[in-house]
């Protein structure tokens, strides 16, 4: 399949320097990117061996000996392109705070407990259809430094890689209702209404499994559409 | 699977100071690598080399929690990628890495050398990796290319033509003295006087 990439896509995502995202403004380049054409080396990407994920890598709620405490959920959905075909055997890596909004990152030290059946981490490759699931525990929201009485709405982080490494993508899922959206520079870094929604996961109750977990529904749009005559 | 009505793609958001237990493990917790930033594979020919250097914010300040990773031909121009039609890598070599910063914002990569890769025109393109840069504070990665001190290419390479003069040393890495294989060195600039050129791809 021949995919292009049109830039005009890129206006979905947030501005490089978001100042009410404190972290950008030293971060963010103050110089003009430089508009190039895609050449083989952007329009192809890694192809990942069966060894990259290994069975039971999409639960997180069984890497240990016990089960890790919280609300037990299901996160799936299809990684699409652009005119909503689904991305087939394609990486996603997810990590998240656990139930209590506590990273076992070194450095996170917010005082709420760590899990010693969780460490948050997951993997999973599309199927054909562009399919994933993963088995995991509802994350908690946390504070973090940013200004007075900052709490970031629960959330997964996602890195997908979809059919070339123009199409990489890391974002986060969100899950539906949060009142912490208003007040969340990061998800609301994303200018666009309409973009910040597909960021959000639907509840699903059709795939939620009785007396076990609940599940969400995020589809997951990445960069490519079919490459017409005019576009090659 | 029917296609799925889409109405536009799924935005960036940034990778977070927390990302390095499930992305970059490196031992230090119970989860396994799926990638490290040694590229090189045993049956890989060409030129070994290592490619270091920093990562530096607006202030100058190091960056340690930033993830960065490489994309690139093997010796020969190729891609380990199917839909690269030309005649496919006969080795194991994959031509991506990802490397997250030390505390001192360090970054290294055993790679080899790659290849000329034709531009869409077929004019061949000096050297180069195609490096993508992830860190807290970045709400979208940036995508910019390594090239390499003293390849005759470089001169007539169309992308760094794009680049102005002045700046276009902000995409080559220095080579360095060493007595095995070749050492280059790149610091990364996310801002400032020294701003790395990021392209707009």
New interface residues.
Partial sequence: MTLA?P?A??A?????L?PA???????????P????????????????GHE???DGDNDLTT?HKGEPLGERIIVHG?V?D?????VPNT?L???QANSCGR??????QHPAPLDPNF?????AQTDA???YRFVTVKPGAYPWGNHHNAWRPAHI?F?VFG????S?????MYFPGDPLFPFDP??N??TDA???T??ISAFDLENTEPEWALCYRF?????GRNATPMET | MPETKVKGITPSQTVGPFFAYGLTPTGRYDWNDAFSNNLVTVDATGERIRIEGRVFDGDGQPVPDCMLEIWQADAQGRFADPKDKRAMPNSKFRGFGRCGTDGNGGYAFDTIKPGSVPDPDGKPQAPHILLAIFARGMLLHNFTRIYLDGEAANASDPVLALVPADRRATLIAKREASGSNAIYHLDIHLQGDNETVFFEI
């Fill in positions: 990439y830039t896509s890129n979905a995502h947030p501005p490089r978001s995202y404190k972290s950008t403004v030293k971060r963010s380049p103050a110089k990117l430089i508009v190039m054409r895609h050449t083989l080396t952007e329009l192809t990407g890694p192809v990942y990259t994920v290994r890497q299809h699409l652009e005119e909503g075909r689904g990486l890596e997810i990590w990273y076992i990152h070194v450095r996170d460490t948050g981490a997951g993997r259809q562009g399919y982080h890195s059919h070339a490494f123009i990489r993508l890391v974002t986060q990061i998800f870094s994303v309409n973009a910040r597909r960021m589809n997951i749009v990445l960069r």
